[in-house]
């Protein structure tokens, strides 16, 4: 089984992966799906370049998947609590280089640094608004 976060965005989901890819690296799956590729949608001018679909595979078992939400179709986009993603990284310094990549231009709510129960761990809110935690879990004998 594979468990994969999908994002919502309130017009930054292109931009946003984009900022994503730069960090973790991996490739879009399909490239970008534009509302505006529907066939028969009839949409608003500035909602058709918004993103329906988008999958950053960041490797064989992980991916990130986003669309921008349209007011047209009844969507509302709310800020708030209710999705964080969450990386494990395979070393410390790769946990502190995703973490300093991605928490730039955004809001550290605990900076990442060794935890009491024997982690490096670290969690912000990124510049698009989304919460993201990053552990990684010290092996016998690391510091």
């Given at each position: 089984?594979?468990i994969?976060?999908?994002?919502?965005?309130?017009?930054?989901?292109e931009?946003?992966?984009?900022?994503?890819?730069?960090?973790l690296?991996?490739?879009?799956?399909?490239?970008?799906?534009?509302?505006?590729?529907?066939?028969g949608?009839?949409?608003?001018?500035?909602?058709?370049?918004?993103?329906?679909?988008?999958?950053?595979?960041?490797?064989?078992?992980?991916?990130?998947?986003?669309?921008?939400?349209?007011?047209?179709?009844?969507?509302?986009?709310?800020?708030?609590?209710?999705?964080?993603v969450?990386?494990?990284?395979?070393?410390?310094?790769?946990?502190?280089?995703?973490?300093n990549?991605l928490?730039?231009?955004?809001t550290?709510?605990?900076?990442?640094?060794?935890?009491?129960?024997?982690?490096?761990f670290?969690?912000?809110?990124?510049k698009?608004?989304?919460?993201?935690?990053?552990?990684?879990?010290?092996?016998?004998?690391?510091?």
């Amino acid at each position: 089984m594979k468990i994969n976060p999908y994002l919502n965005f309130d017009g930054k989901a292109e931009e946003a992966m984009n900022f994503y890819k730069s960090v973790l690296g991996g490739e879009f799956l399909g490239g970008i799906n534009y509302f505006g590729e529907i066939p028969g949608m009839e949409l608003p001018e500035e909602e058709k370049t918004k993103v329906m679909h988008i999958t950053l595979k960041i490797d064989d078992q992980n991916n990130i998947m986003a669309s921008d939400t349209i007011s047209s179709m009844g969507h509302v986009w709310i800020k708030g609590n209710h999705n964080i993603v969450s990386i494990h990284p395979d070393s410390k310094e790769d946990g502190e280089r995703i973490f300093n990549g991605l928490s730039e231009g955004g809001t550290i709510e605990m900076p990442y640094e060794k935890v009491f129960w024997g982690s490096y761990f670290g969690s912000f809110e990124d510049k698009y608004g989304i919460g993201w935690m990053v552990n990684y879990d010290l092996k016998e004998g690391e510091e």
